[in-house]
T-cell receptor, first 114, second 113 residues
Framework: EPEVTQTPSHQVTQMGQEVILRCVPI?????FYWYRQILGQKVEFLVS????????KSEIFDDQFSVERPDGSNFTLKIRSTKLEDSAMYFC????????????FGQGTRLTVV | DQQVKQNSPSLSVQEGRISILNCDYT??????FLWYKKYPAEGPTFLIS?????DKNEDGRFTVFLNKSAKHLSLHIVPSQPGDSAVYFC????????????FGTGTRLQVTL
């Protein structure tokens, strides 16, 4: 069964450093997303991406965040200067259509900022 | 901004009995609702969904009911099994530019023997 894969599974970084989280969405999907879950809180939408551009972003997705689909298969989330409060599980997701369908999630990357 | 609420943080049910998980929403623009199941250190796994034009959708042991006038949906699991023990998230999406999901806070279901 096709699945969304994320690497690394766990990333520890020092405050102020840049991190790149990587995702390989399901191959025939067209819509891509990043979500995050801070420990004990709900899963929150960060950004959606379609046709090589951002479709929508939340207020969390500020200038320190960026997304890219560099080679037609990978989908990356970059955090330019990490803060302690960026520590969370980051989930990549993809879906085949814009609406009326489920999104398929990866297993997540646990980001720990120290 | 709690557009999707799950008021019960936890639920314990005996194996074989029915589990009922509830979810309320406030945004009338939502037109598609989903339930996800999540184990620790894993991503959410899709369970079942329902469009706003329906009031019930069934898939095996899982049934989702939607009451649009009350802005309420529920997930029924019958019969409950120990492997169903997980956190269940209700999520909703609207007819926007992309189907971003708004999640509830989750209900931890424990199915006991």
């Amino acid at each position: 069964e096709p699945e969304v894969t994320q690497t690394p599974s766990h990333q520890v970084t020092q405050m102020g450093q840049e991190v790149i989280l990587r995702c390989v969405p399901i191959s025939n999907h067209l819509y891509f997303y990043w979500y995050r879950q801070i420990l004990g809180q709900k899963v929150e939408f960060l950004v959606s991406f379609y046709n090589n551009e951002i479709s929508e972003k939340s207020e969390i997705f500020d200038d320190q965040f960026s997304v890219e689909r560099p080679d037609g298969s990978n989908f990356t989330l970059k955090i330019r200067s990490t803060k302690l409060e960026d520590s969370a599980m980051y989930f990549c997701a993809s879906s085949p259509r814009r609406t009326g369908t489920e999104a398929f999630f990866g297993q997540g990357t646990r980001l720990t900022v120290v | 901004d709690q557009q999707v609420k799950q008021n019960s943080p936890s639920l314990s049910v005996q194996e074989g009995r029915i589990s009922i998980l509830n979810c309320d929403y406030t945004n009338s623009m939502f037109d598609y609702f989903l339930w996800y199941k999540k184990y620790p250190a894993e991503g959410p796994t899709f369970l079942i969904s329902i469009s706003s034009i329906k009031d019930k959708n069934e898939d095996g042991r899982f049934t989702v009911f939607l009451n649009k006038s009350a802005k309420h949906l529920s997930l029924h699991i019958v019969p409950s099994q120990p492997g169903d023990s997980a956190v269940y998230f209700c999520a909703a999406s609207g007819a926007g530019t992309a189907s971003k999901l708004t999640f509830g806070t989750g209900t931890r279901l424990q199915v006991t023997l």
